[in-house]
């Protein structure tokens, strides 16, 4: 039992991040396994040899590996995730995004949500593109959702599903409710509709006999009708309290080629519509949305019951708020469009595109949503709690090097000339080596504050005593023996370098454009060996992504 619980745990540090060593599992290993304290000595023997013998296997070896293997262990418990009237077996959930811009955090949420609960009751998630708005959607943003889910690691159960494949099952339906009295076609203008629901006054078209409806319906599908000109609407009750029971709309006329159906439909089912009859036709037991949607939830049992389809479980939870940042396409969508942010992928955005480009893992994403449950209590934490999930992830594998930010040049005394050897991970016996003479680059900010006749050491190499630090800097080697105070990363040959870090978007709920700042410096040479992407920690600075290598750039995740 705990040689297995160290090979998977091994095997799964390894895939994260390209190697694996005894620390960095250890705890995850004892938390599975909690007798392992008992003789720490053998279990870390038994995890030093087992970790040795993961890291010898390939990439295809690995992924073999991996796949008998799951990694719940208490997370469900532990986030509260228990669905109501759940089976062992039959759970099954769906995450149904509308492809109408990329996928951000909130989406994480909402899909780690649906995986984590069938996961929880051995059951199955489903993935639905909610795509019944061909106005918004397009083929990219269908692209962008399946990279993202991907990229998290979430998988889903089946083959990918489209709520517009079922547009015939939709006027099927919806001529039902026609025909039971329960939907009707109104032609009232917008300003008529909004003022009639805000007085609960019933309109003229309400009461228009079950054969004119369905002549109104048929003309609405033949294109009789503009758009705008008509609407179906649910016939529900107009002094209803809830106002989204103040008969809504079902379908309303779009005048826009689909990324998928093309032009063959011009009449298109609203999201109150559609959701439930494909949440009752695709056999989701529980269906899990956030909580803006909780007035609209009588609609959607409303709907099914007249349709006579079977009912899920619906259940609401909070929406996910950061706090000086805006979550949601709709605000995410213009600060791209205006120019406002680089893209899609700007690492100021929740994006997951944004996420991605600035470092932050996928697991530390997955720790942070769930840490929120099924709850509808309200919460705004900052992006403190992401980054320390994120720091603990990249702590035991990132390679350290020197980044010197806004340098200054400094020749030290009576400095020997020698060839060093640095670890590049405390953990690891692997190394950079360096020849050194007597100048240096060193970070101002931090010379500026060293008094005359103080020590401090050039990190990983010898100390360095300041002479004189007014109008000019003066130091000398003062020895060999590791001393208390200061130690300061250099570089010795100049490899200019910017470091970007990101701020937050907002501030007071406006746009702040003071939040990417951009740090000049220089870096060690052996950064030129990394490809894109990796992610390193700049000792005494923070853990940075490699964005770029003409210009070289990284970005500053943590």
Known sequence: MLTETIHKHALKNKKQFGSTNPKSIIGKVIADFPDAKKDMKTTMEETAKICKE???????????????????????????????????????????????????????????????????YKGKMLLRFDDTNPEKEKPEYVDAIRKGLKWLGIKWDGEITYS??????????????IDAGKA????????????????????????????????????????????????????????????????PTLFRIILFAHYRQGEQYLVWPSYDFAAPIMDSIEGVTHAMRTKEYELRKPLYFAILKDLKLREPELIEFARLSIKNTKVGKRHITPLVQEGKVMGWDDPRLPTLLGLERRGIQPEAIKNFVLSFGLTKAESEPGWGKLLTENRKLLD?????????????????????ERSVKIKTHPDKEEYREYSVADTFYLPRREIEGIKEGEIFRLKDLYNVRMIENMDEVRVGY??????????????????????????????????????????????????????????????RYGFCRLDSKEPLRFIYSC
């Open 396 to 416: 035991p594998s990132a390679p350290h090097y020197f980044f010197v930010p806004n340098p200054i040049k400094i020749t030290v005394e009576g400095a020997p």
């Open 54 to 120: 993961v890291n010898s296997l390939s990439e295809k070896q690995l992924d073999e590996e991996l796949s008998k293997y799951t990694f719940e262990s208490k997370l469900q418990e532990e986030k509260g995730l228990t669905l109501p009237n759940a089976q062992e077996g039959k759970v099954v959930t769906r995450f149904p995004p509308e492809p109408s811009g990329y996928p951000h955090i909130g989406h994480a949420k909402a899909a780690f949500l649906d995986l984590e609960c069938a996961k929880k």
């Open 164 to 177: 517009s494949d079922n547009m015939g099952k939709f006027y099927s339906y919806a001529e039902q409710l």
């Open 478 to 539: 003062a020895g060999e023996e590791i001393v208390e105070g200061k130690k300061l990363q250099w570089v010795t040959e100049p490899l200019e370098c910017e470091v970007w870090k990101p701020g937050d978007l907002f501030l007071d709920g406006a746009y702040n454009p003071e939040s990417l700042d951009k740090e000049q410096g220089y870096c060690e040479r052996a950064i030129l060996k990394l490809e894109p992407g990796k992610i390193v920690q700049f000792e």
């Open 184 to 247: 009707y076609l109104c032609t009232c203008t917008g300003e008529e509709i909004s003022k009639n629901r805000k007085i609960e006054q019933e309109c003229a078209c309400r009461s228009l006999p079950i054969p004119e409806q369905k002549a109104r319906w048929k003309k609405m599908l033949n294109g009789g009708y503009g758009a705008g000109e008509a609407i179906l609407r649910y016939k529900g009750e107009m002094s209803s309290v809830n106002t989204a029971m103040r008969d």
